[in-house]
């Protein structure tokens, strides 16, 4: 069972998967071939619908419109885009000649996210149903920030 995490927490570790897939991405399209690039971009577009998805039903909730427990498929939905962003990952460090065992140790370490998603998603949901604006806009806020770029933006500095 995940332990309860705050909604600060939680838009951290949003953002860090959007981190995450925007380096892959990068990678990828500097080293990787015409082939692996479009591999990549269809992994990256599926990893960005449903983080997108995903965000915006928050942020409906952030406004107001939510029931009291956020939908299961939100939980489905932010596992499909942390497997997009493995997929990401183990093609961006095949491209950096990262051995076998070395990424098998890296991905065990990215896959403890997943656990997380329902504590994330939970406690951002718990931060809608806060009746302090103030604290719903700076959540609101930090999502929009938290949402991943098109394939072939630059990275942000």
Known sequence: MSQPIDWRRAVAA???ERERAVAAAGIIRSRGTPVQVDAARLDYADGRAEA?????????????????????????????????????????????GVQEGERSAVLDLLA??????????????AAAQSREARTR??????????RWPEFDAEARG
Not at 113 to 124: E, F, K, R
Not at 137 to 146: C, N, Y
């Open 14 to 16: 949003l953002s860090s």
């Open 52 to 96: 997108g998805a995903v965000i915006a039903a928050l942020l409906v909730a952030l406004e107001g419109g939510s029931a009291d427990a956020p939908p299961p498929e939100l939980d489905q939905r932010w596992e499909i885009a942390i497997a997009a962003r493995l997929r990401l990952g183990t093609a961006a460090q095949a491209l950096l």
């Open 112 to 125: 403890d996210a997943l656990p997380h998603v329902t504590a994330a998603i939970g406690a951002l949901w």
């Open 137 to 146: 806009k700076t959540v609101a806020g930090l999502l929009v920030v938290a």
